[in-house]
T-cell receptor, first 114, second 114 residues
Framework: NAGVTQTPKFQVLKTGQSMTLQCAQDMNHEYMSWYRQDPGMGLRLIHYSVGAGITDQGEVPNGYNVSRSTTEDFPLRLLSAAPSQTSVYFC?????????????FGEGSRLTVL | AQTVTQSQPEMSVQEAETVTLSCTYDTSESDYYLFWYKQPPSRQMILVIR??????QNATENRFSVNFQKAAKSFSLKISDSQLGDAAMYFCAYLSYNFNKFYFGSGTKLNVKP
């Protein structure tokens, strides 16, 4: 059972570079989301999607883009990386958040922007 | 936006003892869900327990129980008979009534002493 798979697990970027964090789930979950985790701040929602073709902003969307062309994939794009985007990023999905609320998380991706 | 506050950055408990982690939240919604998630050093987020706001009865999962005070907007987690494997970061989380946005607290690091 793969669950939620994030790649890459580690990445170092230079300021201004762009990159995409990949997220895939094989549980047929309609809901997918991206969070960033910073020390002392917990997890903050970047973007989320309630189904293919539907995305919306979370708390901290600036500097990030997402798309949801399939149920399985929800990539997060950094358009022009900045040192403030140094963080650990988590992708999470949910089958029926209204009933259980349970989020299934990936293992996280540590991004460093120099 | 809803806010979730965990005022205890770090706590320690002796093995086999009981510990309570605090969480308060701010919302104007009447229907919502509350959760406690555990993040061990492996970084994998794990759901510990959930509580529906419309239920007065406090949720219980084995050694984990909550004290949900809706009027006070308080949601504490009690861990009984603490075990070494309970050592982790614990995050309190709020799921908004439309079931689309999760809000996390800043976390409490729990140390368990043998």
């Amino acid at each position: 059972n793969a669950g939620v798979t994030q790649t890459p697990k580690f990445q170092v970027l230079k300021t201004g570079q762009s990159m995409t964090l990949q997220c895939a789930q094989d549980m047929n979950h309609e809901y997918m989301s991206w969070y960033r985790q910073d020390p002392g701040m917990g997890l903050r929602l970047i973007h989320y999607s309630v189904g293919a073709g539907i995305t919306d902003q979370g708390e901290v969307p600036n500097g990030y883009n997402v798309s949801r062309s399939t149920t399985e994939d929800f990539p997060l794009r950094l358009l022009s990386a900045a040192p403030s985007q140094t963080s650990v990023y988590f992708c999470a999905s949910s089958l029926d958040r209204a009933r259980t609320g349970e989020l299934f998380f990936g293992e996280g991706s540590r991004l460093t922007v120099l | 936006a809803q806010t979730v506050t965990q005022s205890q950055p770090e706590m320690s408990v002796q093995e086999a003892e009981t510990v309570t982690l605090s969480c308060t939240y701010d919302t104007s919604e009447s229907d919502y869900y509350l959760f406690w998630y555990k993040q061990p050093p492996s970084r994998q987020m794990i759901l510990v327990i959930r509580q529906e706001a419309y239920k007065q009865q406090n949720a219980t999962e084995n050694r984990f129980s909550v004290n949900f005070q809706k009027a006070a907007k308080s949601f504490s987690l009690k861990i009984s008979d603490s075990q070494l494997g309970d050592a982790a970061m614990y995050f309190c989380a709020y799921l908004s009534y439309n079931f689309n946005k999760f809000y996390f607290g800043s976390g409490t690091k729990l140390n368990v002493k043998p």
